[in-house]
């Protein structure tokens, strides 16, 4: 079965660096997202990305964050100056058109020190 | 914006019913969903509803109501695997994007 791919699975950052988290959708999808969950907290929305451009993006998506696919397979999230409170699991998400068919990829656990 | 309401723990036993239910308010509601997520790990799709009725796919059924705006996950014949947060989701078309929003989860425990 399809899957998407997500590296690193585990990233330790030191406060202030910049981070970049990737992402290899399933091939065919055109639908791409990031999704973040603080630990014991809920999975919220950060961006969704269509025909190469930002589609929406929530509050916490502020400047700090950036999307980017840069070739036909990686889809990367980047934090330019990580703070304490991006520590968090990034669950990268796509989905091939207007069905239901959302995959989520195993995640990202960063951690911001 | 999106309101999804879900109780936030439940206990239950092997071989028992359980039913977790979710209300929501969106206002561009298109379609509904559960994911299961077991710690540390990524959601996986139980099932979607986007039109009033009852989905059943094995152990597990969903329930819609669009006029009020609720939802239900039946797990039938529980298993200690079930033993997991079930996450009601809602995709929201309000702003075009048709975006999926989560709510907090529902942490079940099966017990013997």
């Known amino acids: 079965e399809p899957e998407v791919t997500q590296t690193p699975s585990h990233q330790v950052t030191q406060m202030g660096q910049e981070v970049i988290l990737r992402c290899v959708p399933i091939?065919?999808?055109?639908?791409f997202y990031w999704y973040r969950q603080i630990l014991g907290q809920k999975v919220e929305f950060l961006v969704s990305?269509?025909?190469?451009?930002?589609?929406?993006k929530s509050e916490i998506f502020d400047d700090q964050f950036s999307v980017e696919r840069p070739d036909g397979s990686n889809f990367t999230l980047k934090i330019r100056s990580t703070k304490l409170e991006d520590s968090a699991m990034y669950f990268c998400?796509?989905?091939?058109?207007?069905?239901?068919?959302?995959?989520f990829g195993s995640g990202t656990r960063l951690t911001v020190v | 914006g999106q309101n999804i309401d879900q109780p936030t723990e439940m206990t239950a036993t092997e071989g028992a019913i359980v039913q977790i239910n979710c209300t929501y308010q969106?206002?561009?509601?298109?379609?509904l969903f559960w994911y299961q997520q077991h710690a540390g790990e990524a959601p996986t799709f139980l099932s979607y509803?986007?039109?009033?009725g009852l989905e059943e796919k094995g152990r597990f059924s969903s329930f819609l109501s669009r006029s009020k705006g609720y939802s239900y996950l039946l797990l039938k014949e529980l298993q200690m695997k079930d033993s997991a947060s079930y996450l009601c989701?809602?995709?929201?078309?309000?702003?075009?994007?048709?975006?999926?929003?989560f709510g907090t989860g529902t942490r079940l425990t099966v017990i013997p």
């Open positions: 998400a796509s989905r091939v058109g207007e069905d239901y068919g959302y995959t």
């Open positions: 091939s065919n999808h055109l639908y």
């Open positions: 990305f269509y025909n190469n451009e930002i589609s929406e």
């Open positions: 969106t206002s561009g509601f298109n379609g």
């Open positions: 509803n986007v039109l009033d």
């Open positions: 989701a809602v995709r929201d078309q309000s702003t075009g994007a048709n975006n999926l929003f």
